[in-house]
């Protein structure tokens, strides 16, 4: 059981694909707390803390500015979900790597209801990029 739990609460602060293994540095903006990894000129911000509703522009915001108050470089371009962003980041005149071309969508919810065994219902707010 103990084990269990350790592995569940672990995977939420590992690196996604291409930042696992990356020292994650603990930001906060504006009231928003993320980790911050930087690899090369992409940089990962996952959102550790509450936040209700999780919009993505803002959150993309504030995150863009952690990357920038910890690397001095410029972000470019942004993809992801309001829980985990990743950037592309333009240092020293260089220019930011390419956007991935996968397209994603994110999607927020605002209200909502649930009854045991009979469904439910949610309005949300989605976007694509």
Sequence with gaps: MLLTVFLLTSACNTGGPGFRGVPAQR???EGSR???RV?????????????????????AERAQKAA??????EPDWVIGDPAVLVMGLSCDGAPAP????????SCAIFSGYA????GGSAE?????Y
Excluded: D, W, Y
Aim: aromatic share 8%; net charge positive; proline share 8%.
């Design 27 to 29: 930001v906060e903006v």
């Design 124 to 128: 949300l707010e989605c976007r694509g």
């Design 68 to 73: 920038f108050l910890q690397t001095g470089c």
């Design 34 to 36: 993320f980790l911050l």
């Design 98 to 105: 390419k956007k991935p071309r996968r397209g994603r969508i």
């Design 115 to 118: 009854s045991a065994g009979l």
């Design 39 to 59: 690899n090369g000129a992409m940089a990962e911000a996952t959102r550790i803390s509450p936040e209700f509703p999780a919009r993505f522009e803002p959150i």
